[in-house]
């Protein structure tokens, strides 16, 4: 509190220079725009002079309660709220490395949980670790508990539909969903006795984002979720309906019927 209270005159002139929003770095530095810039550079200033107050604001937290280095704070997301005070508790180092993957337009939490998830599987994980090379090894830990414990057997063919740059797959089989499960981290494995029956439908989603989309005959809602059941976004769930159109356009051709909607 003591360094907010010596800066308070670089925040009052930064609201009366019409430039608020980096008021909560000139609270870390303790010093005036100019001198901050001086200090970082002119190119690490711009991604402060250009970014919202909220973003300054957790910079500060990340920074003052947090022991982050200015540097380390310009890598935590600008385009989603994520308090990183929230997120404490998993510790500073999976946090960075939460925030390195997921990138400015990216979901820290569902990094995070990724993280966690590899760790309780036993995934000694390297901190240079890239997307893929995390998700690949959480898979394999994930494929590797479920392969002897589901039934392989299939109960319909197998149908594949690519749209917009999503690649769909229909999930036929309990080790299917199991293995779906437990690589996205949520119950779609519950739903093998009604999949089996023909009363509902699984899709897994690879691509542009790794998803898992669902519905129930006679149900017009279409589920889709990502990781640990995340949000999607708007064009991940427009493809998802669009396979669902496709797959019962299939299913009307081999009854020669209808399909409830």
């Known amino acids: 509190m003591s360094r907010i209270y010596a800066s308070s005159r670089h925040w009052q002139q930064a609201e009366k220079d019409g430039i608020r929003h980096v008021s909560p770095i000139l609270v870390a530095f303790c010093a005036s725009p100019a001198e901050v810039k001086a200090q970082v550079g002119a190119g690490l200033w711009k991604q402060v002079h250009h970014a919202k107050l909220t973003s300054n604001k957790h910079r500060l937290t990340l920074m003052l309660r947090m022991g982050w280095s200015f540097e380390q704070s310009l890598i935590w997301p600008t385009s989603r709220r994520f308090d990183p005070w929230k997120y404490r508790s998993y510790g500073n180092a999976k946090l960075h490395q939460a925030a390195r993957l997921a990138g400015d337009d990216g979901d820290v939490v569902e990094w995070l949980l990724l993280l966690r998830d590899c760790a309780r599987m036993g995934v000694q994980i390297d901190p240079s670790w890239g997307r893929k090379r995390l998700c690949r090894e959480h898979d394999a830990a994930a494929l590797k508990a479920v392969v002897a414990r589901s039934d392989p057997t299939p109960w319909s063919k197998p149908w594949f539909f690519d749209f917009d740059g999503y690649s769909f797959s229909l999930l036929a089989s309990e080790s299917a969903l199991a293995t779906e499960g437990v690589t996205m981290s949520?119950?779609?494995?519950?739903?093998?006795?009604?999949?089996?029956?023909?009363?509902?439908?699984?899709?897994?989603?690879?691509?542009?984002?790794?998803?898992?989309?669902?519905?129930?005959?006679?149900?017009?809602?279409?589920?889709?979720?990502?990781?640990?059941?995340r949000p999607v976004t708007p064009r991940c769930r427009k493809a998802a309906k669009a396979a669902r159109t496709a797959y019962e356009g299939v299913l009307r051709e081999q009854s020669g019927g209808e399909v409830d909607q």
């Open 186 to 229: 949520h119950c779609v494995r519950s739903y093998t006795y009604e999949c089996r029956k023909g009363r509902e439908f699984v899709l897994s989603v690879q691509g542009r984002e790794r998803a898992t989309c669902s519905w129930r005959i006679g149900d017009r809602a279409i589920q889709v979720k990502g990781r640990f059941n």
